[in-house]
């Protein structure tokens, strides 16, 4: 399995407050992404780092930033979490166009 | 992005080969197919991706018709922990980082 953790894997929090996951990968790879899964939605992507500083939003960007001060870390913030956050946010990391290697997961729940 | 198309449930006997299909007659010449699975509550699990040949490896095969419009997943001795949703995904890899799209996928259950 690719070296991937991320943290913390379950989280439960209020509305309006802020929250960071983190992503960490031991495989220097360069690219890494962010996906949340929902019932119905299938995975989609939030935003992605083609580099250490380089990042681009995917499709559901709104309400999430992120910042990839590392090669080995990616960190999703929501600057005020809402309800409709509430999912289950999986990391990936790949290199250079290559086959994307997923994370175990976290379970954000927005209360 | 082209899109696929998969049935949404399959049923295989435990040692039986499993073979799901995938649509994806939009498919253009730069995009592979990838299949990816994800065991409850699970990140998902590459298995396997080609372009336009027949692949495998030590997971299963990947048999792609020669217009590339459609392609079939095969596990060829299908176990109990190979019960998942399969993803079958029509990737271009210069679009947004490579991106993965993924649809509702095959839920397969293997069954003693």
């Known amino acids: 399995d690719a070296g991937i953790t991320q943290s913390p894997r379950h989280k439960v929090t209020e509305t309006g407050t802020p929250v960071t996951l983190r992503c960490h990968q031991t495989?220097?790879?360069?690219?890494m992404y962010w996906y949340r899964q929902d019932p119905g939605h299938g995975l989609r992507l939030i935003h992605y780092?083609?580099?250490?500083?380089?990042?681009d939003k995917g499709e559901v960007s709104d309400g999430y930033s992120v910042s990839r001060s590392k090669t080995e870390d990616f960190l999703l913030t929501l600057e005020s979490a809402t309800s409709s956050q509430t999912s289950v946010y999986f990391c990936?990391?790949?290199?250079?166009?290559?086959?994307?290697?997923f994370g175990p997961g976290t379970r954000l729940l927005v209360l | 992005d082209a899109k696929t198309t998969q049935p949404p449930s399959m049923d295989c006997a435990e040692g039986r080969a499993a073979n799901l299909p995938c649509n994806h007659s939009?498919?253009?010449?730069?995009?592979?197919v990838y299949w990816y699975r994800q065991i409850h509550s699970q990140g998902p699990q590459y298995i396997i991706h080609?372009?336009?040949n027949n692949e495998t490896n030590e997971m299963a095969s990947l048999i792609i018709t020669e217009d590339r419009k459609s392609s079939t997943l095969i596990l060829p001795h299908a176990t109990l922990r190979d019960t998942a949703v399969y993803y079958c995904?029509?990737?271009?890899?210069?679009?947004?980082?490579?991106?993965?799209?993924f649809g509702q996928g095959t839920e397969l259950s293997v069954k003693p």
């Open positions: 995904i029509v990737r271009a890899l210069y679009n947004q980082g490579g991106k993965l799209i």
């Open positions: 780092s083609y580099g250490v500083k380089d990042t």
């Open positions: 990936a990391i790949s290199e250079v166009q290559e086959t994307q290697y």
């Open positions: 080609g372009l336009k």
């Open positions: 495989e220097n790879h360069r690219y």
């Open positions: 939009t498919i253009s010449g730069n995009e592979y």
